[in-house]
């Protein structure tokens, strides 16, 4: 999707887009922020892709400086309306494929979450070593990226049919007219490995079934998740 696809997408996007940091129910984000010590001592903050600035208003308030960069202008504007309480953010816009040299090596914790979803497989690992790019050296990354396996257990689930069984690490799939690259978790893993990350870990984090447009919760089955893919630089 190109920059003005999500200009327009901007005005409706807490209806249209699942908001992970507000939907993690099990606080399983909040919980290895405080174990990385990372909601202490000011630390310095970047999130790539920022969107409508959700990261920063959830947690923005326990770090010091930060920086949301979006290509898309209007997000740009929400995010800086929503967190207009929130001290020390710093707008910029900028392609994830492209990092601006003033935030090399910038941030003690870089967040990129639900953009590496390009189709092209290249474009992700361009966003994925620019993003890392971002972080001191020794510092940390948290990415949210769309889980493959939760993807076809809701889909097995929806039709009645058995659950694919995939030999790739990662697939395109399309989602609300778009079309997103989703992970297994050795896809993600993969992902960090190839841009020299270190201390890779991925955890699932859990969002209602509502956002899969499930009213009731199917019983016995887990719920939906995104992964968390977190590492050092
Ligand atoms: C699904 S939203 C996620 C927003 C936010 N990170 C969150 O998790 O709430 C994807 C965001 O990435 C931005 N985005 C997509 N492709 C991008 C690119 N090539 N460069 C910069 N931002 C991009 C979109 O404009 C949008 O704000």
């Not at 990261?55 to 770090?63: E, K, L, P, S, V």
């Not at 076809?152 to 799939?173: F, M, N, Q, W």
């Amino acid at each position: 999707m190109k920059a003005r696809d999500w200009d327009q997408l901007a005005a409706a996007y807490d209806d249209e887009v699942c908001d992970i940091f507000v939907r993690d129910r099990k606080k399983v984000i909040a919980r290895w922020l405080r174990a990385r010590g990372l909601l202490r001592g000011n630390k310095t903050l970047l999130d790539l892709g920022c969107g409508i600035g959700s990261f920063f208003q959830r947690y923005g308030r326990h770090f010091g400086e930060k920086t949301g960069t979006d290509h898309s202008r209007r997000m740009l504007q929400i995010a800086a309306r929503r967190c207009r309480a929130v001290p020390a953010c710093h707008w910029q816009q900028a392609d994830a494929r492209g990092l601006p040299p003033a935030l090399r090596d910038y941030a003690d914790l870089v967040v990129c979450s639900n953009v590496i979803t390009f189709v092209s497989a290249a474009a992700c690992h361009r966003a994925m070593r620019e993003t890392v790019r971002g972080a001191k050296p020794g510092g940390w990354l948290l990415f949210i990226l769309p889980a493959l396996e939760s993807h076809d257990a809701v889909v097995a689930l929806e039709s009645g049919r058995p659950i694919v069984r995939r030999k790739s690490a990662t697939a395109i799939v399309r989602r609300d007219d778009r079309m997103q690259r989703f992970y297994t978790a050795a896809g993600a893993r993969q992902l960090a490995t190839r841009a020299g990350l270190k201390s890779i870990a991925v955890q699932k984090v859990w969002y209602p079934w509502s956002d899969e447009g499930l009213a009731r919760p199917p019983r016995g089955q887990e719920p939906p998740w995104d992964w968390m893919l977190t590492a050092r630089r």
